[in-house]
């Protein structure tokens, strides 16, 4: 079956002005303007603007039952960490199934086909959380990476989450083995993937670290954390191990093409040329980082200096969405503030699709071009926010596109007319809502 998406308004891409056509959960032609292309069936997209699909490089699925929390608003990330690791422990398996399914399905309608997910948080009883994170990515047909977070470190050793909600390294190391061998596909067009992902310096000590590191180099998996996020975060490396979040990375044998990591945003300029040096990948995440006040992040320079920069929405506590979109538009408004034009509309969305894609070391995803996985988020301008709008690739940006109309995931249709497709999104919203109950205090 060859699919023509015939004719866009706009596409991101070189050479398919006339669009572009899917065979096999590839695209496999991009058609010139005014060509047309031996088909099976077209799809009228006049309408459209094309985009490859959108590619989450981080987030925290089950902070969707903690947005806008009363006890965490308006707070700094410790201060803000530490009035919701008590209320993150209340997480159970139910709790945890549908805020993945929300957060999946929010990604999905704004046009994201690949999210990774950092989970760390394992109350007891809650030890199949990847198990159900796979689950429902499948179900949903989602592309992702599950990392298998992590955190040893509490309180009483000098870390910062309690004791509630921290595992000890065995079982820790132990689980990661057993979803790499569960879950983890290899090669073009995988589905599934596992990364491993010690939670940050304050809440996981050096020897997991170094083990984690071990185990994903023995899998050949990637590895990634948060890292550089604040101030208090530099303070608390320099204290506890004599040395600035960098030098601390690399102390645990985690300077490698097969790291990335969240917000990067407190490195000077020896820091970025070391990342750069290493290949290790940046996942910016603008609207976390102006919600926590946590800083900017030198994206320009991490590239320049040969660094793969993604994007991610974080967890959403800290974003209180899930819509990549939205962080795009993010990235061009805070990065104009860094960089004033030099960053434009393409380099936000370069960020969004290769950069992540870069990031999560896939070569398959991330760019429409033959031999690509057929991974599409087409939008309308349909709105009134677009109504007047010139240049359809920059309108999508600057003019605030949220809601994609059509999303495909190896050539099959995940979302038609704004919306999912087998999916009860009053029943979902519902269920949810019920769920989040359960976070707030009394
Ligand atoms: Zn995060």
């Not at 060509?35 to 099976?40: G, N, T, V």
Request: hydrophobic share 40%; proline share 4%.
């Amino acid at each position: 079956m060859r699919r023509w998406i015939k004719d866009p308004l706009a596409v991101l891409a070189k050479g398919a002005e006339g669009g572009l056509v899917v065979e096999n959960g590839k695209i496999s032609q991009l058609v010139g303007r005014g060509e047309k292309p031996q088909c099976d069936s077209t799809v009228e997209a006049s309408q459209h603007v094309i985009l490859p699909g959108l590619i989450n490089t981080h987030h925290h699925f089950y902070q969707t039952l903690t947005r806008a929390h009363p006890d965490a608003i308006n707070k700094e990330l410790f201060d803000w960490l530490k009035a919701l690791y008590p209320v993150w422990a209340r997480l159970n398996p139910e709790a945890h199934r549908i805020a993945t399914r929300l957060a999946l399905t929010e990604m999905m309608m704004s046009g994201v086909t690949t999210s990774s997910d950092h989970h760390y948080v394992f109350p007891p009883g809650l030890d199949d959380a990847m198990d159900i994170q796979v689950d429902e990515a499948v179900k949903l047909g989602m592309r992702m990476t599950v990392t298998r977070g992590s955190m040893n470190l509490s309180v009483k050793d000098g870390g910062l989450p309690p004791d509630s909600v921290v595992q000890d390294q065995d079982t820790i190391l132990a689980d990661c083995e057993r979803v790499i061998g569960k879950y983890h596909q290899r090669g073009e067009g995988a589905q599934i993937q596992i990364g491993l992902a010690p939670c940050s310096p304050f809440s996981v000590t050096r020897d997991l670290m170094r083990e984690t590191a071990v185990l994903a180099e023995k899998h050949d998996c990637r590895l990634h954390t948060h890292l550089a996020e604040t101030h208090d975060e530099d303070a608390f490396c320099l204290a506890t191990f004599k040395m600035r979040p960098l030098d601390y990375l690399e102390d645990c044998g985690w300077l490698s093409s097969r790291t990335w990591l969240a917000h990067g945003i407190h490195f000077n300029d020896a820091d970025i040329k070391r990342l750069g040096k290493h290949g290790v990948g940046i996942c910016h995440c603008p609207t976390s980082n102006m919600t926590l006040a946590s800083g900017r992040c030198r994206t320009c320079d991490l590239e320049a200096a040969g660094v793969p920069v993604g994007l991610g929405v974080d967890g959403s506590a800290s974003n209180d969405a899930s819509n990549l979109m939205e962080g795009v538009r993010h990235a061009l408004l805070l990065n104009r503030l860094t960089y004033g034009q030099k960053v434009t509309h393409f380099d936000v969305l370069r960020w969004a699709t290769q950069g992540s894609a870069a990031c999560l070391g896939r070569s398959d995803i991330g760019e429409i071009a033959v031999g690509k996985q057929a991974d599409l988020a087409m939008f309308k301008l349909d709105e009134l926010r677009f109504s007047g709008a010139g240049d359809p690739l920059a309108a999508l940006v600057l003019c605030g596109a949220q809601r994609a109309d059509r999303v495909m995931i190896a050539g099959a249709w995940r979302v038609v007319d704004g919306l999912p497709v087998g999916l009860d999104l009053a029943q979902l919203r519902s269920q949810h809502g019920r769920a989040a109950k359960a976070f707030l205090n009394a």
